[in-house]
Each structure stands twice: as C-alpha cells, then as structure tokens.
C-alpha cells in the first residue's frame, strides 16, 4: 500500500512527515547499541515478506505483517520500517520520496498501536488457540488501521479521492484475514520455539542462552 | 505457476561500475539532487512543466547508459490500488465534462488530475532510481551519514541491506524444504498458516543469527559504535553537476512561476 507521489496535499505529506520524524527519533532512542544487529536483521526479515507473495483467490497478495513487526519491535518499528520502505523506494521504486513520511506512518502508527495494545495480554495467554487468537487480532488490525490510514490521508487530499479511499478499504478486506492467519500462526511458531523473541527484545540481552537448535529445525 | 517460489518481485538495479561518469559524482550530491528535484516536482501544478521535468529524468537515464526495460518498469510498477485510484479520478473529480457512459460522468479536469499525479510520481521514481538507486548501499550509507542522518540509522539501514541476501537464501531454502514435502501454495487455510509458520521460523533464525553476529563483532572488538570510514570529496564533477542540475530546475521553476 505505497502511496504515489503527487497524489497528496501539502498538509497530509507534512503531518506524515513529523509523525515519522517523531517515531524514528523515539525509536531510535530506544534501540541500545548492542541492539543495532538484532533490529537490523528483523528489518531485513520484514523487508523480505514484502517480496514473498501469497495466493488469494484468483489473486495474490504481498505481505506487509505490520502487527507482527509491532509485536517484536514495539516503537522500534519506526526506523525499521522507514530503512525498508527507504531501501524500496531507492532500489525497486516503489512508493515516492515525498510521500515517504506518510508511507511510513501508515504502517508505523499500527504496529506501535498494537504493541501497546496486545503486549501485556500476550503474555498472560499461554494456550495454541489463544496465542493464535491474539496474532489474528494483531494481524488483521493492524492492516485495518493502515488502510483506514491509507484511506484517511487520500481523503485528507481531496473530495475527488473518497470513492477511491472506500474502494482502498473494502478491497483489502481478505487481505485482513490472510495476514491475520498468518501472524497468528507465525505467533503460534514464535511462542513454541523462541518465546522470548516477544518479550525480551525489548531489553539488550547481550548473550543469549544457545539457541533450541533441534526444536528449530523440525518445524518449517 | 507465478508464485512456485513465493518471490516474483524484481531484483533491485545493479549498482553501476566504478570508472562510470555517474559514480565520480558524490554520494550527497546526487542525494540532495534527487530530494530537490522531487520536492519542486511535487509543488508544480502546470502539465507542461512536469512533462519537461519527466524528460530531464528520461535524458539523464539515458546519458547514464541505464538498461531501458528495468529502469522503466521499475518507473512505472505501482501498486493495483493506485491504477484503481487513477482510473477513478476522471468519474469522481467535478469539472467540464469529456464523455458520459451509462450513469458515470467523465470530466476532463479529473483526467488532467490524473495525468498530473501520474507525470509526477514517475518523474520522482525515475530521478530516484537514475541518481540514488544506482549506487551500492555502503555509498548510499556514507552519504545519508555525511547530509547528517543519525548514525544508529545508517547502522539499521547498512545492517538490512547486508541481511537481505542471506535471509532471501534463507526463506527459499525452507520453501525448497516445503516444496520437497510436496507443499503447493494454494488459496486455502493450509497454506495460509504454513506461510505464517515459514515466516516465523525466517524471524526465528535470523534472530539467532543476528545473535551470533553480535557475538562475532564482540569478539573483534565492537563497542557499540561503528566508525564509517570514507574518503568523500566534493570535487569538480560535483560543481559541475550541480550547478547544470540546480540550472534546469531554476528553469523549471521559472517555468510554472511564469506559466501559472
């Protein structure tokens, strides 16, 4: 969901901007030194699942998996996001540099709500189908908030795109569902294997006891 | 079978040889170019101008010798949602009308509206991809570093780009292993939850691997801070470049101010 640029006013291009600008910073702070390797390699985990397509009905979609990156990274997604969709715009040309800011945002503002949101709840739950449970409502919200977002700044832009900015919403309502099922079950995986990919990235845990190896290789 | 391997996106422009006319010049001249030349783009209104503008990023892709096809589907790919969006300008923007058909009312205003977005979004994308996507990551790194982008950012961004590789190895080495238990992808709950499962081992690991990495550069000596090393200069072909750069978007300015 890259917005081109040339579509959007002046004041939306701006409110995306120091929105992204404000996260950035904040996530940036956020992210200890010894960290940079870790948030690194999950932002090039991420900008991988926007390349991998996935059918859906007679169609396919690309994966964006925002609720997931919130979920790991919290404020942290920010700048993780912004060198993706950076590196996409520079290398693929994808999206625009003007619109950049709102791009980010969009799919930013989401993840972080996310976080905040299902976090604690998270780690209370312990059972398959509620871990399950809360990575569909992960999944699918998230891309609900960034389409709503998708829509709202089109909307902000001009009476001229309204149609389109509902056209936007309603066509990406199994785009919900399939990333919904997909974090929930990559949740699912997560929560077996590496539990504490969810819970202590947050601090810098420089040595990590060695890693379940034989648990990991069985399930792919 | 278009999705056998998952990926089907392209792969990004090879960054272009050294001794090319393009890479004697700076990293941050060619930065502040393309964001110049995509801000006054964005700002101007008259078709004609954004035309010229299209066709200084045209003239330059072909001075710098860049291959035709992927530099311009690359330009030109964008998302369904804004060819949808495009297309529904000309029936939902009020104004003179062009055509009717059936109930829907066509106006011309709407389709010049679109035509505009559309003048301007590939004239940034093809100026991006001519100047900046044309340089090696590690280039682009010290440069952003140089304009004064925060360090632990350009860290992030040197990071991802090293990574990417190795987690694309990564991801169809575990969808050659489900491919080889006989997994085809399908548009039902099976597959859906299998590629969430191959995207969690993919997180899973390259959080491993991302450990072992830390360990690695601890063991050399890393303290947290990189210290990015280059020898950038502004030289002649900088001012050169710059000053017949800044010259045609000064005309181009000149153009809508007078035309407007």
């Known amino acids: 969901m890259h917005i081109v640029d040339g579509a959007l006013s002046g004041p939306v291009l701006a409110a995306g901007g120091a929105v992204t600008l404000a996260g950035t910073a904040w996530g940036l702070r956020s992210i200890g030194e010894r960290e940079i390797p870790r948030v690194g390699l999950l932002s090039a985990a991420f900008f991988m699942a926007s390349l991998i397509h996935v059918p859906v009905g007679p169609s396919s979609v690309h994966l964006i998996l925002n609720g997931l990156i919130g979920l790991v990274l919290g404020w942290r997604a920010f700048p993780a996001l912004l060198v993706a969709l950076l590196l996409q715009a520079v290398f693929f040309g994808f999206g625009g540099v003007v619109v950049l800011g709102v791009n980010v945002a969009n799919i930013a503002l989401p993840a972080v709500l996310i976080h905040f949101l299902l976090r604690d709840a998270l780690g209370r739950f312990r059972g398959r189908t509620a871990v399950f449970a809360m990575g569909l409502l992960a999944g699918a919200g998230s891309i609900m908030g960034t389409t709503l977002l998708v829509a709202a700044s089109l909307a902000g832009s001009g009476q001229e795109f309204l149609p389109a900015a509902e056209l936007v919403f309603f066509t990406h309502i199994p785009v919900m569902v399939v990333e919904g099922l997909l974090t929930g079950a990559a949740l699912v995986l997560i929560r077996r294997v590496r539990p504490e990919l969810l819970h202590r990235v947050a601090e810098a845990a420089p040595l990590a006891e060695p890693a379940p190896a034989l648990a990991a290789e069985g399930r792919s | ?260």
Do not use: N
């Open chain 2, 1 to 260: 079978m278009s999705h056998a391997l998952g990926v089907s996106r392209p792969r990004g422009l090879e960054a272009l040889p050294e001794g090319h006319w393009l890479q004697r010049i700076d990293p941050r001249t060619r930065i502040v170019a393309a964001m110049a030349y995509a801000f006054l783009l964005v700002a101007c209104r008259d078709l004609r101008v954004l035309g010229i503008g299209l066709g200084i990023g045209v003239g330059l892709m072909l001075a710098a010798r860049l291959p035709l096809g992927p530099t311009l589907r690359r330009t030109l790919g964008v998302d369904l949602f804004i060819v949808m969006l495009l297309l529904l300008l000309p029936f939902t923007t009020p104004g003179q009308v062009w055509f009717q058909w059936g109930p829907l009312t066509a106006t011309w205003d709407g389709l010049w509206r679109g035509v505009e977005i559309g003048l301007k979004a590939a004239g940034v994308i093809l100026m991006l991809l001519v100047l900046v996507g044309t340089m090696d990551a590690t280039r682009l790194g010290h440069g952003l570093h140089r304009l004064g982008v925060a360090p632990k950012l350009i860290h992030l961004l040197l990071f991802t780009v090293r990574y990417m590789g190795v987690l694309r190895r990564e991801f169809l080495r575990l969808r050659q292993a489900m491919r080889a238990r006989g997994f085809v992808p399908r548009s039902d709950l099976h597959t859906w939850t299998s590629y969430g499962y191959l995207f969690g081992m993919l997180l899973v690991r390259s959080l491993e691997r991302s450990e072992r990495v830390l360990d690695a550069m601890r063991c050399r000596g890393f303290d947290g801070r990189f210290h990015l090393l280059d020898s950038l200069r502004l030289g002649q072909a900088d001012w050169a470049f710059g000053t017949v750069f800044a010259a045609g978007l000064i005309l181009l300015g000149g153009l809508e101010w007078a035309g407007g």
